[in-house]
């Protein structure tokens, strides 16, 4: 299946710093997606990135899709405590989606 | 209304038991998946069902199976269950193609 890693695994911020996640994939990618699951929950569709360079944004949130397509980000600006869990890059083989190793978010008050 | 709804939430089952998970999604999507939470959070996907067609992944031990009565239901089978079974299984569907998918909130196995 689709190998998608991602850095760092674990991020620890104050509240109010900026935070970002990185997806990186050997192999180029037709689209990436991102989802975020929050402590003892499910995962949650959030965007999906289709085209070289694409930058779209949601609120604090700005995902970006490499102009090579192997990689993308996730940047939170002014991180706030409800921004906790963790957030996972998803790439396409098939009709299936891999998922990425995930980062897992902590916010201190 | 829940859009995709995952029955036990909790399970605890002893070795060498077997055990149904049952999914059902309200959504009309063609597509339903399974999969599998370790305790580290990484996602693997298990299985993935349209009325087509039935991909599974390679790795996925053949104890387990999907059962899939109709267009809205995939349900997980497990035969035989194992420690390493433990894990939280994630039901998922989605209309196809590559749109994002919507998760069932989870069943968290535990095999004693």
């Known amino acids: 299946g689709q190998q998608v890693m991602q850095i760092p695994q674990y991020q620890h911020v104050q509240e109010g710093e900026d935070f970002t996640t990185y997806c990186n994939s050997s192999?180029?990618?037709?689209?990436i997606q991102w989802y975020k699951q929050r402590p003892g929950g499910h995962p949650v569709f959030l965007i999906q990135?289709?085209?070289?360079?694409e930058v779209k944004k949601q609120k604090r949130l700005t995902f970006q899709f490499g102009e090579a397509k192997k990689n993308s980000s996730l940047h939170i600006t002014a991180t706030q405590t409800t921004d906790v869990g963790t957030y996972f890059c998803a790439a396409p083989t098939g009709n299936q989606f891999y998922f990425g190793t995930g980062t897992s978010l902590t916010v201190i008050p | 209304d829940t859009a995709v709804s995952q029955t036990p939430k909790y399970l605890v089952t002893q070795m060498g038991n077997d055990k149904s998970i049952k999914c059902e999604q309200n959504l009309g999507h063609d597509t339903m998946y399974w999969y599998k939470q370790d305790s580290k959070k990484f996602l693997k996907i298990m299985f993935s069902?349209?009325?087509?067609?039935?991909?599974i992944n390679e790795t996925v031990p053949n104890r387990f199976s999907p059962k899939s009565p109709d267009k809205a239901h995939l349900n997980l089978h497990i035969n035989s269950l194992e420690l390493g079974d433990s894990a939280v299984y994630f039901c998922?569907?989605?209309?196809?193609?590559?749109?994002?998918?919507?998760f069932g909130s989870g069943t968290r196995l535990t095999v004693v």
């Open positions: 990135l289709v085209k070289s360079g």
């Open positions: 192999t180029t990618l037709s689209n």
């Open positions: 069902y349209n009325n087509k067609e039935l991909i």
């Open positions: 998922a569907s989605s209309p196809g193609g590559t749109y994002g998918y919507t």
